[in-house]
């Protein structure tokens, strides 16, 4: 088993910054493939950005590219999603994910239970 849990989240005028948190603990981290995704009222729940085992590989959604960082401390057990120039459609509950099966992929197989970013315009 893996436990997630998101930290870091809150209300933030627009044109601020977030750091989001997700520490990781049951297994071993450093094995995980990372993602982030969030999920606004009323919306279906979206992929924001993923991150290899490694960190050699990661990936954005085109809504968050050039704003957005995700990386990892495989030390610490925890990754991260640095969020700057915040914009009002980026409020949505936002949920880490863990992979321990693939190296690559879209599916993940654990989530943690999300926190809250609002961002005021």
């Known amino acids: 088993q893996v436990q997630l849990a998101e930290s870091g989240g809150g209300l933030v005028q627009a044109g601020g910054s977030l750091r989001l948190s997700c520490a990781a603990s049951?297994?071993?981290?450093?094995?995980?493939?990372m993602g982030w995704f969030r999920q606004a009222p009323g919306k279906e729940r979206e992929f924001v950005a993923a991150?290899?085992?490694?960190?050699?590989?990661?990936d954005y959604a085109n809504s968050v590219k050039g704003r957005f960082t995700i990386h990892r401390d495989n030390a610490k057990n925890t990754a991260y999603l640095q969020m700057n120039s915040l914009k009002p459609e980026d409020t949505a509950v936002y949920y880490c994910?863990?992979?321990?099966?693939?190296?690559?992929?879209?599916?993940?197989?654990?989530w943690g239970q999300g926190t809250q970013v609002t961002v005021s315009s």
């Open positions: 049951g297994r071993t981290f450093s094995r995980f493939r």
């Open positions: 991150i290899s085992w490694n960190g050699a590989i990661t």
């Open positions: 994910a863990a992979d321990t099966t693939t190296v690559w992929g879209t599916e993940y197989n654990y």
